[in-house]
C-alpha cells in the first residue's frame, strides 16, 4: 500500500484553496470595474463557482470588497515602490506616483476601470493610497513647494486630475507625451513644478 504524503496533500489542498479564492475576488473585480452590482449571483455566475464555494471564502460581499481593496492597494503599492526608493523630494516621489500610476492604467485598461469605480466609493476603496499621497503633499507643503496649503484640498486637486485623464484614456488614444503634460497640470494646479532634472522613465 502506498504512503500517504499527509504534507504534500494539504499543500495541494492549500493550493486549490488559494486559487478558487483569487478567482472569486478577480470576479469581484471584474464585476466592480464595469460598474455591475456586486450581488452574491452575479459574483458566482462571473466566477463560475457555486455559491457555497463563495460562502467557504468569505463570509459575505462586504468581505469581498474588502479583499479586492486589498488586492488593488497592493498592486499601487507594487507599481510605485521602486521608483520611490532613493527619492527624498516628496515632490518628485509624487511625480512618480502620478506617471507611474497613468502609465499602468494606460496599459492595463481593466485596472484603470476598476479604480476610476471604485473611486466613486471612497469610504471603501483608495484610503490606503490617499494616506500615502497625502502623506507626500504635507511633507511637500511643509518644504514650501506646494501652494496649495490645504493638505486634504491638494490631495483632492491631485487624485481628481489623475482620475479625469484616466477617464480620458476610455475614450481617446493617449498621444505619447500625456504623462508629462498630465503631470505638470497635476503639479501646476497645487502651484508646483517637476523637479529639475527628474526622469520619469521607468
Same mark, same amino acid.
Given at each position: ?6 504534507? !504534500? #496533500? ?6 486549490? #484553496? ?12 471584474? !464585476? ?26 468569505? +463570509? ?16 499601487? @503599492? ?7 526608493? +532613493?527619492?527624498?523630494?516628496?515632490? $518628485? ?15 492595463? =485598461? $481593466? ?6 469605480? =471604485? ?9 490606503? *493610497? ?25 490631495? @483632492?486637486?491631485? *487624485? ?7 477617464? +480620458? ?8 507625451? !500625456? ?11 497645487? +502651484? ?7 526622469? !520619469?522613465? =521607468?
Amino acid at each position: 500500500m502506498a504512503k500517504i504524503d499527509l504534507a !504534500l #496533500r494539504a499543500k495541494i489542498g492549500r493550493d486549490r #484553496r488559494d486559487r478558487t479564492r483569487a478567482q472569486i475576488v478577480k470576479a469581484g473585480a471584474t !464585476l466592480l470595474a464595469e460598474g455591475a452590482a456586486l450581488t452574491l449571483d452575479a459574483v458566482a455566475e462571473a466566477a463560475g463557482l457555486a455559491k457555497g464555494t463563495f460562502y467557504y471564502h468569505f +463570509g459575505n460581499v462586504e468581505e469581498l470588497i474588502t479583499a479586492v481593496n486589498v488586492q488593488l492597494e497592493r498592486s499601487f @503599492d507594487e507599481v510605485l515602490t521602486p521608483p520611490h526608493a +532613493g527619492l527624498s523630494n516628496p515632490v $518628485a516621489r509624487l511625480s512618480f506616483a502620478f506617471a507611474q500610476s497613468l502609465e499602468k492604467a494606460v496599459s492595463d =485598461t $481593466a485596472w484603470a476601470r476598476l479604480i476610476v469605480q =471604485t473611486s466613486q466609493k471612497p469610504d471603501k476603496f483608495g484610503r490606503g *493610497v490617499r494616506k500615502k499621497l497625502r502623506a507626500e503633499i504635507v511633507e511637500a507643503i511643509r518644504q514650501g513647494q506646494i501652494a496649495v496649503l490645504d493638505p486634504e484640498l491638494a490631495t @483632492d486637486i491631485f *487624485v481628481g486630475i489623475w482620475l479625469q485623464v484616466t477617464r +480620458g484614456t476610455f475614450e481617446r488614444t493617449p498621444t505619447p507625451d !500625456l504623462n508629462c503634460k498630465a503631470l505638470e497640470a497635476a503639479l501646476r494646479a497645487l +502651484g508646483s513644478s517637476p523637479p529639475e532634472g527628474l526622469s !520619469l522613465s =521607468t
